[in-house]
């Protein structure tokens, strides 16, 4: 086993990433039975904090940042639930350009020690989530550099889409000048309203610009009870909660037949 690294990204912050590298990792480890680790790269940790909250965890001993110090990521997992752990951010995290400038004379191995460092986890889990600042950085970097896929976020909006194209372009910048290995898992659209126009014309534009076998039929739709769980955790409680991890789910599991796509593999998840 060596797990697919995927990075969910978009260079347009607000979009919904965190969410989505969330709840892919919930779902493929509760409803699909995967084992699966998620990676918090953002020094404000909201990542952690939802799957913490989700999971009763009220005290964490290490984050990622002392794994990079100490060169192994294997101290700083934190076991979540049952096929799901999770490498937590805090706010020291902040300080990685710095470290890295420090450690590293090479540029090149600046924005290699992710990959670096998760190479003796790969053969632990089925797959591997990265969430990451909305910005050309170091933890953008190190994400593209240690990913097999990208998710791109796509929220119904105008400066989404350009954040989107950018992050395309430097990723073919990436590829370029230092050999990264990366394929565009797709385009997930989430969408702003129930229903409108603006929203929708945005993801036809997306599919005139990506094409349209890039961008995914299945939306993440506005819905209350997403936000409800940033505040709760994520629960199971009533048919509205069904509701939005049905959504994910079936998202989850166009993802994995992309993939299944790209390398002409069995990557399903049932």
Partial sequence: MSA??????NFKGGVGKTKVAVMASWELAHEMNKKVLLIDMDPQANATTLIARSAGITEIESSIFEGFENGDLSKSILNVKENLDLIPAAVSFKNLPKFLYGRFPDDIDQVS??????EPLKKKYDYIFIDVPPTISDYSDNAMMAADYVLIILQAQELSLEGAETYISYLQFMIDEYSAYIQVAGVLPVLLRPGGRVDHATVERA?????????????????????AWDITGIT???????????????????????????????????
């Fill in 113 to 118: 020690y992710l990959k670096t460092l998760l």
């Fill in 207 to 227: 599919k005139e610009l990506f094409g349209e076998d890039n961008v995914f039929e299945n939306y993440i739709k506005h819905l209350e009870r997403l936000k």
């Fill in 4 to 9: 697919k690294t995927i990075v969910v990204g």
């Fill in 236 to 270: 199971y409680r009533d048919h509205h909660d069904n509701r939005a991890h049905q959504i994910f789910i079936e998202v989850v599991q166009e993802m994995l037949d992309k993939i299944e796509h790209f390398e002409g593999g069995e990557v399903r998840g049932e």
